[in-house]
């Protein structure tokens, strides 16, 4: 488990760099990409009954969030790390629709091991906690040569309870802020919007680390 706290607190400070070098690019990812949930909040509370077409459109809202988060902040993280310019745009072309499918691949076996039993769900998203990873830095995955489910399985292995207290962890911090909504205070609002945003930013950074740590290639 040594491992597990040197990458927390290499991570750290990895993060603190990382924003302040991109904190206006990333406040402004965060505004544009949860403004829609803004929307769909409103509409909830004035409604007396619940809207289930409103909440199934937040859910597909926040898996869209998830993946412009996954395909923005760990590849620049990487290019910083490099040396390199970073053009979103080109990346988003090469890795786009490879990253989409991957992870709605990974999101679709989780749900379905969700509806079989709890245990299954968490068992698939540790396994394949990497797929989208692979998805978007392995070169052999590129070439074809890669499964990334069975790739992420291997990465995995004799690592599960570590790697299910760090998801717990990455789910908690990124969460636990939506209770500040719910007060209809703005500045709480914008408060949330914050913590989540620095939450994300560091749970993608830690994982990548842990992608390369755990033999990821790049």
Known sequence: MKWVQDLFKESARDFFIFVRQ??????????????????????????????????????????????VFLSLIAPLFKADKEGQV???????????????????????????????????????????IFVPYIALFDPNYEKGEVNALERSREMTRG?????????????????IWDFLKIYGNPALYALALLLTLMARVYTQIFWFKAYNLLGGKT
């Not at 053009?87 to 989780?110: F, K, S």
């Open 22 to 67: 991109h904190f206006l690019l990333l406040a402004l990812v965060q505004v544009l990409m949860e403004f829609p949930n803004l929307v769909l909040d409103i509409l909830s509370g004035q409604s007396t009954e619940p809207r289930w077409e409103i909440a199934v459109i937040h859910m597909f809202w926040t898996v869209i969030i998830e993946l």
């Open 86 to 128: 970073f053009h979103y745009r080109q990346h988003l072309r090469r890795y786009g629709r490879d990253l989409t499918a991957e992870y709605v691949r990974y999101m679709g076996i989780t749900f379905i091991g969700f509806l079989l039993l709890i245990l299954p769900a968490i068992y698939f998203s540790v396994i394949f």
């Open 159 to 175: 690592r599960l309870f570590p790697l299910f207290l760090c998801i717990c962890f990455s789910a908690f911090i990124t969460q």
